[in-house]
């Protein structure tokens, strides 16, 4: 089971993406945190408080990582850096933007950074890409405001896991 979370930063991939795992026990890889750890990146953008990195490293990297691994849950907002996986499932988390605010504002983003996750929140930027790049066959998750609890979140998740 190949299963993709993704969605703008903040919205709770990596907190889902580490359920999931745990319930069906399988291998998760944050790839934010992946690229940090194994130094993927080139440079540092300060204004935007992220690391810039090339997605074809960053493929060639997974590719070694994930060999031979027929299981696993990969979370990120860049879905075009796992365009080389052939999900099982694919989700895309929404939530309400006042939400999201809040959110990465107590993770401390600076002004920059919340209104660019704000924006591709509201503008669907995520959606497009997943689309782009895998057609349109994928979970949206969250209520019709984009929002919605953890315990609901897992509910729908399991639904539309339940044939897997």
């Known amino acids: 089971m190949k299963i993709l979370i993704t969605g703008s930063p903040g919205v709770g991939k990596t907190t889902i993406s580490k359920l999931i795992a745990e319930k069906f026990n399988i291998k998760h890889v944050e790839l934010s945190r992946?690229?940090?750890?194994?130094?993927?990146?080139?440079?540092y953008d300060k204004d935007f408080d992220t690391c810039i990195f090339d997605e074809d490293i960053?493929?060639?990297?997974?590719?070694?990582?994930l060999k031979g691994v027929d299981s696993f849950v990969v979370d990120?907002?860049?879905?075009?850096?796992?365009s080389f996986i052939e999900f099982d499932k694919i989700f895309i988390?929404?939530?309400?933007s006042d939400i999201l605010f809040k959110r990465l504002k107590q993770r401390?983003?600076?002004?920059?950074?919340?209104?660019?996750?704000?924006?591709c929140e509201i503008f669907g930027v995520v959606e497009?890409?997943?689309e782009e790049i895998f057609g349109e066959d994928y979970f949206l998750v969250g209520d019709s405001e984009g929002c919605i609890t953890q315990k609901?979140?897992?509910?729908q998740l399991k639904e539309f896991t339940k044939d897997i």
């Open 93 to 96: 988390l929404k939530l309400e």
């Open 58 to 65: 960053v493929q060639e990297s997974l590719v070694e990582h």
């Open 34 to 43: 992946y690229i940090k750890d194994n130094q993927l990146y080139e440079s």
């Open 152 to 155: 609901a979140m897992l509910k």
């Open 128 to 130: 497009e890409s997943v």
């Open 76 to 82: 990120t907002h860049s879905p075009e850096c796992v």
């Open 108 to 119: 401390g983003y600076n002004d920059k950074k919340i209104k660019e996750n704000i924006n």
